[in-house]
């Protein structure tokens, strides 16, 4: 039963002031109609005994105190779900962008939604699939694992972001989809993934949302909510394996902090609200896999660093809640290598338990533990050169430099469009621990070895010395 109250308190940035109302409800909806007869769409964020607080979505632009009327609808936000929201484009309120009218039949969700309970969960298994070496080798996704990427200004997180929607899959899974919210983006990038997400029939298991940059911040606080209660309705009510990418969530925690100062909460680390940390969680533990369920939802959010501090407020608590990070690197990307993944501090701390035997390929573990090694010696070893001087270096440290350039420029770089098999990936590895003699390989097991030297791998004078 919906209520009507004429006049407002008062009006302060996009929040409204009235009285004690009775029966109101905290996240209610509410229709703000101004005096000219023109209504916006508000929700309850406010309830004590003495007063109501309401913020408008799209403003307060135009409204006065006593010729404002507010309208409680008593219902939280909500979307349509339908499976033909599957290839549709949607603002961040999940109004239609596209031509295809609004979403009819299905159901009806509030979008709060709530955390996935642990007693509830299965443990993530399964590996999916992106096309990127660097990814899948050495920092695998896992169904059901929350997964981000830490970026910064101007680097290309946009076109990863792209590359992992549009080449993402889980083998032997037909029913995978893509729910891709993008958050505060500019119009030229909201353009971007329109083009790029519908092409090549790519979007035909894909659901956008896209939330401008010159929309209301408060519409922020909604987008995400609105993918991931999409994805759980894909994955729970259909069945379906959903891979959700948020980008860009310091737009987000910008906008949760705007908001908070208007509401004269008082600030913690950075001006952020003290409620940051449990915020983010509500969002990202909405990420996992049902016990018994026939659906899974995994999270990759895309966030920029500011100034590329990874001690940001936005970053570090991220990092409290999520099973790793990959992390994007400046100097890789002045290099011109991409995507430019700086693997040393990243990791998917879920990984172990998705490759290998079963998932990926039996070498893989030790493959990827051997790559790791390899790449920090590569980095000592620039270290040294820098010093005494690349000429001055043996040749144990020699190798070293050439994997480490090979490395970089042959397997972390790839094209924007290029989609390398797990095999291929795993391949290029061996082929480029063939650069270095056999005693640096003391990551790999025996039986690796055995079939590693089998193959004519360490054929330089240094591995040959070290056969057995």
């Known amino acids: 039963m919906s209520t009507e109250y004429v006049g407002v308190n008062s009006i302060s940035g996009p929040f409204l002031m009235l009285g004690g109302i009775p029966h109101a409800g905290y996240d209610e909806i509410v229709e703000v109609r101004s005096q000219d007869g023109t209504s916006r769409t508000g929700r309850v964020v406010l309830v004590s005994e003495k007063a109501t607080l309401v913020q408008v979505f799209a403003g307060t632009e135009g409204l006065s105190p006593a010729g404002t009327s507010v309208r409680f609808t008593g219902r939280e936000l909500e979307i349509a779900l339908s499976p033909a929201m599957l290839g549709r484009t949607f603002s961040g309120l999940g109004e239609p962008l596209d031509d295809c009218g609004p979403v009819l039949g299905g159901v009806r969700r509030p979008v709060g939604g709530a955390a996935i309970n642990p007693m509830g969960r299965e443990y993530p298994r399964d590996f999916i699939s992106t096309g990127v070496s660097s990814i899948d080798v050495l920092l695998t996704l896992i169904r059901g694992q929350k997964l981000p990427i830490f970026s910064g200004n101007g680097l290309p997180h946009n076109a990863l972001a792209v590359q992992i929607a549009t080449q993402s899959k889980l083998a032997g899974a037909e029913n995978f989809a893509v729910v891709f919210a993008g958050i505060g983006i500019k119009h030229d990038d909201a353009a971007y993934f329109r083009d790029r997400l519908t092409a090549g029939g790519h979007g035909g298991n894909l659901v956008l949302f896209l939330?401008?940059?010159?929309?209301?911040?408060?519409?922020?606080?909604?987008?995400?909510?609105?993918?991931?209660?999409?994805?759980?309705?894909?994955?729970?009510?259909?069945g379906m394996h959903v891979l959700v990418i948020m980008t860009d969530m310091t737009s987000y925690c910008e906008a949760l902090r705007e908001l908070s100062v208007a509401k004269g909460e008082v600030p913690s680390r950075k001006g952020y609200p003290s409620y940051l940390y449990s915020d983010l969680a509500s969002l990202y533990e909405r990420a996992g896999v049902l016990r018994n369920g026939r659906g899974s939802v995994t999270q990759i959010p895309i966030l920029t660093m500011p100034n590329d501090d990874i001690t940001h407020p936005i970053p570090d608590l991220t990092g409290f809640i999520t099973e790793g990070q990959i992390v994007l690197s400046r100097d890789l990307e002045a290099r011109r290598i991409y995507p430019p993944v700086e693997i040393l501090p990243s990791l998917s701390r879920l990984m172990k338990d998705g490759i290998g035997k079963g998932y990926t390929r039996d070498d893989h573990p030790n493959l990827a533990g051997q790559l790791f090694a390899s790449y920090s010696r590569v980095h000592e070893v620039r270290a040294l050169a820098s010093v005494v001087g690349a000429d001055?270096?043996?040749?144990?440290?020699?190798?070293?430099?050439?994997?480490?350039?090979?490395?970089?420029?042959?397997?972390?770089?790839?094209?924007?469009?290029?989609?390398?098999?797990?095999?291929?990936?795993?391949?290029?590895?061996?082929?480029?621990?063939?650069?270095?003699?056999?005693?640096?390989?003391?990551?790999?097991?025996?039986?690796?070895?055995?079939?590693?030297?089998?193959?004519?791998?360490?054929?330089?004078?240094a591995g040959a010395q070290a056969r057995p």
């Open 392 to 461: 001055e270096l043996g040749k144990a440290d020699q190798a070293s430099l050439a994997f480490g350039d090979a490395f970089e420029r042959g397997f972390l770089s790839q094209g924007a469009a290029e989609n390398r098999e797990i095999g291929q990936s795993l391949d290029m590895g061996w082929e480029l621990l063939s650069k270095l003699p056999v005693q640096e390989l003391s990551h790999l097991s025996m039986e690796d070895l055995e079939r590693f030297i089998k193959k004519g791998s360490g054929a330089d004078d």
């Open 211 to 238: 939330n401008l940059a010159d929309d209301p911040p408060v519409e922020r606080i909604a987008t995400p909510r609105l993918a991931l209660t999409t994805a759980e309705y894909l994955a729970f009510d259909l």
